[in-house]
């Protein structure tokens, strides 16, 4: 249920707000299209970014092909802003738009595992988490990037079903693992290691994962 009072200020949010209210009541398909369009252009605006955002996670869940990458693209900067609902409304939008669309959005998959590796928040991290387990389910294949962070986040995660989500998701890419080992092994004195091969090799050295082969 949406509460349509917290939307008494701005005539346009409400209007966007009853309409989809009255499609979860009784599934009476809203104008989502021009309501994504409006919402993007308040996020533009910085206008009322929590509500904003919060109306966009609904349309992403259930109307995710109004959505587009540029649109996402948009949205990503929102990821470090001070407001905890602006950051999880947008991991929301993110996230049901990636589920839906993986192929397209390795780097919102990467916006994602970037801000679950810096978050001290046990909601923001449980929202990412969410995400990432439902695509890991649909056999997800995660970048390098995306598996670094999930190595950072799993040193300083101590829930076991949390901790569950991150090494399944780290320990079925084994391949690719292993050969940014090996690349790290041969890289010459005067190369500089990137960050996520030192963070595998540590990864690696220090954690009992058996990797799926």
């Keep these: 249920m ?32 021009e309501f994504k369009h409006t919402l993007m252009e308040y996020v533009e605006r910085e206008k009322h970014l929590t509500k ?18 540029l649109d996402l693209d948009e949205l990503i900067p929102l990821l470090h802003s001070p407001n905890q609902k602006i950051i999880i409304n947008t991991i929301i939008t993110i ?75 780290i320990s079925e890419q084994p391949f690719l693992l292993l050969d940014h080992k090996r690349t790290l092994s041969k890289l010459e004195d005067d190369e500089e290691p990137t960050a996520s091969r030192l963070n595998v090799s540590r990864y690696l050295d220090t954690f009992g994962i058996t990797l799926k082969t």
């Design 95 to 169: 996230g049901y738009y990636t589920i839906r669309y993986s192929y397209y959005s390795p780097r919102h998959i990467e916006a994602l595992t970037k801000t679950l590796a810096d978050t001290t928040s046990k909601d923001i991290r449980e929202t990412i988490l969410f995400f990432l387990s439902h695509l890991s389910k649909q056999g997800e294949k995660f970048s390098m990037e995306s598996l670094s962070d999930c190595i950072d986040a799993l040193q300083d995660i101590n829930k076991i079903s949390d901790r569950n989500v991150l090494t399944t998701i």
């Design 2 to 33: 949406i509460d349509l009072d917290q939307f008494d200020d701005d005539p346009h949010l409400k209007k966007i707000a009853r309409s989809l209210q009255k499609y979860l009541e009784d599934g009476k398909n809203p104008d989502a299209l």
């Design 52 to 69: 904003a955002t919060y109306l966009l996670s609904i349309i992403a869940e259930h109307f995710p092909y109004y959505l587009s990458e």
